[in-house]
């Protein structure tokens, strides 16, 4: 399967504390990108990151790259109830035109 | 940024029936439109691939005579669910592409129940 793998596929954590979700893939790539979905609703893009980056940053946002493991991370610094959604990496592969999207992580933050 | 918008959000249709989507590029001209679909709780998976002017390249095992694709302008492709059953029932979201620009803009997406 070209999709990607995520884990944890659900975390619930406390408001204020950190989330950390991981992305892992097959092939090479030209990007990654994080996006979130809440419940029911369409997705919403977070970040992109390109394959000579390594780390990039936005708002509470930190995502990490590691090519050579192919695998991706993302973290949210101090978490809110609004931060709950799913979360899913999705990666620009070379070659191909579409995304292809990981598994998800389900984020519970607890008020 | 840009906007993507999708009709109908919700469509409840019964066994049988075909139901239309449409999906449209709300202030840019979108080259390519992308069709997913999403089962509870699960990822999304690409269904079809839609450039403007030819025919729609569909993903193994999604069959393209019960999902047609039409992408007859560069802001406006449609899906339509033909003979739609109960296993169709499902979440669509499209996206479109700017062409050069690596990110994807997502519709708001259109649940659809078959009874």
């Known amino acids: 399967s070209q999709q990607g793998e995520e884990d944890p596929q659900a975390l619930s954590i406390q408001e204020g504390e950190n989330a950390t979700m991981n992305c892992s893939y097959k092939?090479?790539?030209?990007?990654l990108q994080w996006y979130r979905q809440n419940s029911g609703r369409g997705l919403v893009h977070l970040i992109l990151?390109?394959?000579?980056?390594r780390e990039k940053h936005s708002g509470r946002l930190r995502v990490t790259l590691d090519t050579s493991k192919k695998s991706s991370s993302l973290l949210i610094t101090a978490s809110r109830a609004a931060d709950t959604a799913s979360y899913f990496c999705a990666t620009d592969q070379t070659g191909a035109n579409n995304l292809f999207f990981g598994t998800g992580t389900r984020l519970t933050v607890i008020p | 940024g840009a906007v993507v918008s999708q009709h109908p959000s919700r469509v409840i249709c019964k066994s049988g029936t075909s139901v239309k989507i449409e999906c449209r590029s709300l202030d840019f001209q979108a080259t390519t439109m992308f069709w997913y679909r999403q089962f509870p709780k699960q990822s999304l998976m690409l269904m079809a691939t839609s450039n403007e002017g030819s025919k729609a390249t569909y993903e193994q095992g999604v069959e393209k005579d019960k999902f047609l694709i039409n992408h007859a302008s560069l802001t406006l492709s449609t899906l339509t669910v033909t003979s739609a059953h109960p296993e169709d029932s499902s979440f669509y979201i499209c996206?479109?592409?700017?062409?050069?620009?690596?990110?994807?803009?997502f519709g708001p997406g259109t649940r659809l129940t078959v009874t």
């Open positions: 990151i390109r394959s000579n980056e």
């Open positions: 092939t090479s790539i030209n990007n």
């Open positions: 996206s479109a592409t700017l062409g050069i620009s690596y990110e994807q803009y």
